[in-house]
């Protein structure tokens, strides 16, 4: 993961690294530093997140109009202060950031030292400085290009040298990174949000490209033949505002409470892009919804939208998988879903796909990310920036594109969805009641998530509800927790029933499924198990305690759900003192593999 920074221009660059670095935090925060140029290199690094590193040694006093930056989340090499990026070569003459995996450095790493090479890190990122530097004899450029031919592996990295001190030559190769143009100045990123309050013109480097940036503008070429690019300017439409915290004590708990906008904002995504999904959809033999994490969730959701409102059978894989299980072809579609759009195996699997003929979709969060500039047909989720590491409002928009989505191809086929779609109209205010339940569920969280382990349940469309909600408990309190249907509870995991794990059933307001889950409860219950239900309009019988949202249908219940059990996560872990917006050892974008 990690993310890295860059400035060139008239202002002191070190306290612009160090702003710029603390947006980039969620793609990794065990360590950090700054490099800059003033007439030698100066560098400052430690282990520790951006902030705390910046109290122990001024990161942002150091001297100089250019440097680089980085934060960063360990792949090869424990956390170390030698291990912290910037890296230099023997001479002190070039430095190097780099976000991604040189999968060959041992080999290059040998081969080095049998050159005389010293380093001093155990990562994979110094062999790239070493590289530079042995290649060196007719400029930074050439040499930075020389060595990336002998590279293998994923690469966003930033160069500078004493030697020719106007210029940052970076390049890429999937792992992202974007310049960002000002006046007279110039920024790189590893995402546009890292510069926004600089800049909202951005150009975002495409794969196997590297850029030379000089203060006064920039030249994009090609790694394989030199050749100059041309390089469409884009112009962002977030705020910069967004990214504050408002005085809320966390960016979770403000995103989890900013649902009811950013799902009617999610409502507004243009109604043809949705159709042109749903044909696309359609026209399909198989449809894949690949993603990771909280978004695998989504598209769970989807597979449960499409087969009960179009009878159209969509699969939601792990990104990861693909490969092995899919059968991809000229007949298939494959529809990436991600919030940053950069997550290595999310876009791992669409290349794939694309590679054997299959058509290419996505659903997007951040603009000009590597999965929005490679789909075929993108659709921008409008969740709007979310920092927390910790998935929220952009779960709920990746649903409701992907709902909206299943009612236009429902419609399309005949199908009467009419109560469905008025339903979902009234989503943002069924929302707004929803969240008003905060302080019930913080006190539930006080008195029923006291235990290490928890199982949460749910059936049909809530199957999804109770994967997320028991990964949204994990990844931000550490305690362990199992997401399952009520038809697998009683095939092994109900034997763990006792007094040290507590259950967190999903219940729709009617239905089969609330009949059925409420058998599941009777079951716990009969083995003194403790329950506390999640369900709308009117409590679960035999809970130990309930959390009851506004009525509503089974189909949209999962996006009234999901805020509860966002805010019983979130309680809980404030309660046990967790660092909730950066939880220990994740990072918001998982760009390696
Ligand atoms: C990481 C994050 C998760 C996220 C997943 C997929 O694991 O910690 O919150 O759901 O990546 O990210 P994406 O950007 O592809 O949705």
């Given at each position: 993961?990690?993310?890295?920074?860059?400035?060139?221009?008239?202002?002191?660059?070190?306290?612009?690294?160090?702003?710029?670095?603390?947006?980039?935090?969620?793609?990794?925060?065990?360590?950090c530093g700054i490099a800059t140029l003033d007439g030698k290199i100066h560098v400052k690094k430690d282990t520790g997140s951006v902030e705390e590193i910046n109290k122990k040694v001024d990161l942002a006093s150091l001297p100089g109009h250019l440097g680089i930056g980085h934060t960063r989340w360990a792949t090869h090499g424990g956390v170390t202060k030698k291990n912290a990026h910037p890296h230099l070569d023997c001479s002190g003459e070039i430095v190097v950031v780099h976000n991604g995996i040189i999968s060959n450095f041992s080999t290059l790493r040998d081969l080095l030292l049998k050159k005389g090479h010293k380093f001093k890190s155990e990562t994979d990122t110094e062999v790239l400085v070493h590289l530079i530097e042995e290649k060196y004899d007719d400029g930074i450029e050439k040499a930075v290009r020389d060595a990336l031919m002998d590279v293998a592996g994923t690469y966003a990295l930033l160069v500078f040298s004493t030697r020719e001190p106007d210029k940052i030559i970076c390049a890429r190769n999937e792992s992202p990174l974007v310049l960002g143009i000002g006046a007279g100045e110039m920024y790189i990123g590893s995402d546009i949000a890292s510069f926004l309050k600089y800049t909202k013109?951005?150009?975002?480097?495409?794969?196997?490209?590297?850029a030379v940036v000089k203060k006064d503008g920039y030249v994009v070429k090609s790694l394989a033949t030199g050749r100059k690019l041309k390089k469409e300017i884009m112009e962002i439409d977030w705020s910069d505002e967004v990214a504050k915290k408002d005085g809320y004590a966390h960016f979770m708990l403000k995103e989890i409470l900013e649902q009811p906008t950013s799902v009617a904002s999610s409502l507004n995504v243009y109604p043809e892009d949705i159709s042109k999904l749903a044909l696309m959809i359609d026209d399909a033999s198989r449809v894949y919804l690949c993603a990771a994490g909280t978004s695998l969730h989504a598209a769970m959701l989807g597979?449960?939208?499409f087969s009960s409102l179009c009878n159209k059978s969509v699969i939601a894989m792990d990104s990861s998988e693909l490969q092995n299980k899919g059968v991809v072809d000229g007949d298939t579609?494959?529809?990436?879903?991600?919030?940053?759009?950069e997550t290595y195996d999310t876009l791992a699997s669409m290349r794939y796909a694309k590679e054997k003929g299959a058509k290419i979709a996505a659903i997007v969060n951040v603009t000009g990310s590597t999965a929005a500039r490679f789909a075929e047909h993108v659709i921008m989720q409008g969740s709007g920036i979310e920092i927390s590491v910790c998935a929220t409002k952009t779960f709920t928009s990746q649903a409701i594109i992907l709902l909206r989505t299943a009612l236009a191809l429902a419609k399309k086929k005949k199908k009467d969805v009419s109560k469905i779609e008025k339903e979902l109209l009234k989503l943002p205010d069924i929302l707004e009641e929803t969240i008003k339940l905060k302080n019930e569920i913080k006190e539930i969280s006080k008195k029923y998530l006291t235990v290490e382990n928890y199982i949460y349940v749910g059936r049909g469309i809530n199957l999804p509800s109770a994967l997320e909600g028991a990964l949204k408990l994990k990844e931000i309190t550490y305690h362990h927790a199992e997401g399952m249907s009520g038809g697998m509870l009683k095939h092994g995991t109900i034997s763990l029933i006792d007094k040290d794990l507590n259950v967190i059933a999903i219940v729709p307001a009617s239905g089969e499924n609330r009949s059925k889950t409420m058998s599941n409860i009777q079951e716990i219950k009969a083995r003194d198990g403790v329950v506390v239900g999640?369900?709308?309009?009117?409590?679960?019988d035999g809970c130990d305690a309930n959390i009851v949202a506004p009525e509503c249908g089974e189909a949209i219940s999962p996006l009234v759900f999901a805020p509860i059990y966002q805010l019983l996560a979130y309680y809980t872990a404030v309660n046990l003192g967790r660092n909730v917006d950066r939880p220990r050892a994740l990072a918001k974008s998982v760009t390696v593999e």
């Open positions: 993961m990690c993310g890295i920074v860059g400035y060139i221009g008239d202002r002191d660059a070190s306290p612009v690294l160090y702003g710029n670095l603390k947006r980039l935090e969620y793609r990794g925060y065990d360590s013109k951005a150009v975002p480097l495409d794969e196997k490209e590297y597979e449960y939208w579609l494959v529809i990436g879903i991600s919030q940053s759009g999640i369900t709308s309009g009117k409590p679960v």
